[in-house]
């Protein structure tokens, strides 16, 4: 079998969304499943609305996605003289000629033919012509008067399009630009693509695109058409459902796999499984599993997947993605040891990174804002000999380990006959500053014991300086 070589061939005319991404996504695991080729071309040829940012905001997007090409990218703005020689090529064949009719007579035909009852087309009136290229000609194709185009496609099934129907369409303008359909054929061709997967929003230009390889001499790729990515009020996806672009969810606190994870369950199943690792999709991934049903977007889903993928992680490689979003909180944290500790006591606890870094916080302030009402209730008179013990007792150990923690809250709760509770929620509070963190010896164990110390000794010093510590309440 021929080696599998699929595409990705965004418009750069705005950042990278959902159902981009997605496509991106089923050509580049088909690639890697069968070890194909995945290549990227962007298709800039509208130069009114391509933009730099836009190429740039792609790229980015999908390489954190993790989504790697073996070719390009390519740009379609560069490939004028490789169009210009395939339309050549059809003219003088006589597959295509050039047509010198205005706009104005062009809106006319169709208009007359409206009136007929017949479906609005170009008439065909420079078909036979013969004319030369001139100043204001375009190139159209001759396109077949009878006969049915069949699209054979591997998710929708066949769909035919009656030949009569398409008009003799344009390939290239008048200023010498070549047309979408033209362009993307003859890319395909050259690039030796054999298999795209793209929206069904592209069946409509399917049958033009295959004239245009019949008429090239060309042997036809496999077509696959996804339906399109709906809201969760099965219309459309728009901001109001989250179809925000993959930037976003990366700075919402998205790992990467989840958001692949999540994307290509939008359209795609292995039995009942949910929850897929990279190596794991690209191992199970095929193509005769894509839905013919539309999908249906759930922020509420992808939270809950990415929640799972933080649990699945090591400390070492979410640290790697949290040090960003720390860095968006004016904290410059390392991918060491004491970050990965950090995380392994956030990680049952956090749905997204951004979540995570905000309870991480504590762990890197120098010098802890205590929260006014936690402040009053828990650092005040009665329970400064427990803060004060704890400082003294942790201070002392030669071993910093759960064991000797355990050690030491066993031996206040004797000295003090305060049960457990008592004695770590006033801790806590010296600690993060609040009532809420999360288990107290592995948060005590990632803060390390000079941290530790010093931060009960601050809270002391709070209680016998603040105007709370006159508060016995």
């Known amino acids: 079998m021929d080696t599998i070589i699929t595409r ?6 705005g950042t990278l969304h959902i159902g981009g991404a997605r496509t991106a996504l089923f050509n580049w695991l088909y690639a890697r499943k069968t070890k194909g080729k995945f290549i990227l071309r962007i298709e800039d040829t509208d130069t009114v609305r391509s933009t730099k940012e836009s190429v740039d905001a792609i790229l980015e997007s999908l390489e954190w996605l993790g989504i790697d090409w073996d070719e390009g990218p390519y740009f379609q703005t ?6 210009d020689d395939y339309i050549e090529k059809l003219i003088a064949s006589g597959a295509a000629y050039y047509c010198s009719c205005t706009p104005e007579e062009v809106t006319a035909m169709r208009e007359d033919a409206t009136a007929k009852g017949l479906k609005p087309m170009y008439n065909g009136k420079c078909r036979e012509r013969g004319l030369e ?4 000609t375009v190139v159209r194709l001759k396109t077949p008067n009878s006969g049915v185009t069949l699209v054979e496609d591997i998710v929708k099934g066949n769909t035919a399009f009656q030949n009569s129907e398409m008009d003799d369409f344009i390939i290239r303008r008048s200023n010498g630009t070549a047309m979408y359909n033209l362009a993307v054929v003859v890319d395909d061709i050259t690039m030796g693509i054999n298999t795209i997967i793209r929206g069904d929003d592209h069946l409509i230009n399917t049958p033009k695109q295959m004239l245009i390889y019949k008429a090239l001499g060309a042997d036809l790729p496999i077509f696959g058409h996804v339906p399109m990515v709906l ?10 459902h989250g179809a925000m672009s993959v930037g976003e969810y990366q700075k919402m606190g998205f790992l990467p796999d989840a958001m692949i994870n999540y994307l290509v369950r939008l359209g795609w199943s292995h039995g009942d499984q949910e929850f897929f690792e990279r190596n794991d999709l690209i191992e199970k991934f095929d193509l005769k599993h894509l839905g013919r049903s539309a999908a249906m977007f759930d922020m509420d889903k992808l939270v809950s997947l990415n929640s799972k993928h933080i649990q699945a992680k090591q ?5 790697g993605h949290l040090i960003g979003h720390l860095k968006d909180l004016g904290i410059n944290a390392q991918n060491d040891a004491f ?3 950090v995380i392994e006591t956030l990680q049952t606890r956090s749905k997204t990174l951004v979540e995570m870094a905000n309870a991480a916080v504590f762990y890197y302030q120098d010098t802890v804002q205590f929260d006014e009402m936690a402040a009053k209730k828990f650092l005040k008179q009665d329970t400064l000999n427990v803060l004060q013990k704890s400082a003294d007792y942790i ?8 064991a000797s923690l355990e050690d030491v809250f066993k031996k206040i709760m004797a000295e003090t006959d305060l049960k457990f509770g008592k004695i770590a929620q006033p801790l806590r509070v010296a600690i993060t500053g609040t009532t809420m963190s999360p288990g107290i010896f592995e948060m005590l164990l990632a803060l ?9 000794k601050a809270a002391v010093q709070f209680i016998l300086t603040s105007d709370i510590s006159q508060d016995t309440a």
Not at 8 to 13: E, I, K, L, N, R
Not at 395 to 402: A, I, P, R
């Open 231 to 240: 809201g969760s009020d099965k219309t459309r996806l728009s901001k109001r």
């Open 8 to 13: 990705f061939p965004p418009s750069p005319t």
């Open 78 to 83: 560069q490939r004028t003289q490789i169009y």
């Open 339 to 341: 970050t990965q500790g």
């Open 315 to 319: 400390p070492e490689e979410l640290a």
């Open 133 to 136: 290229k001139s100043e204001n």
């Open 395 to 402: 201070e002392g150990l030669d071993t910093y380990t759960q």
């Open 448 to 456: 390390g014991k000079e941290k530790t110390v010093l931060r009960i």
